[in-house]
């Protein structure tokens, strides 16, 4: 009897927990306001400039407020430098350096 009257209290704090959506997107996007618009005193994102280098390569590495935006890699021996894009992973090259 008690199980049967725990299940049935069990499930129904499941249905409601289940019942209950989150918040759209959009609105949650709209309350935000734009970086331009922030005070003069807002604290800005923490810039890191990581710098490895062993026997082959050096590799330069920026990160802003925790997310890498540029990779670049110079190896050493003659070999062209490139940048791997830290979204999707691949290498460019500079064919021409102007």
């Known amino acids: 009897m008690r ?14 927990c289940w019942a209950q959506s989150p918040a759209p997107a959009q609105a949650a ?6 970086a331009a618009s ?13 710098h490895v280098e062993d026997a082959d390569t050096s590799i330069d590495e920026l990160r802003i ?6 990779i670049d890699v110079k190896p050493k021996g003659g070999m062209p430098a490139y940048q791997v894009h830290p979204a999707s992973g691949e290498r460019s090259w500079k064919i021409l350096g102007f």
Request: proline share 5%.
């Open 65 to 70: 407020g925790g997310e890498t935006k540029t």
């Open 38 to 50: 922030t005070p003069t005193g807002a604290v800005e994102k923490r810039t890191e400039r990581i």
């Open 29 to 34: 996007s709209s309350q935000q306001k734009p």
């Open 3 to 16: 199980s049967a009257l725990f299940l049935t209290l069990s499930l129904s704090c499941v249905s409601i």
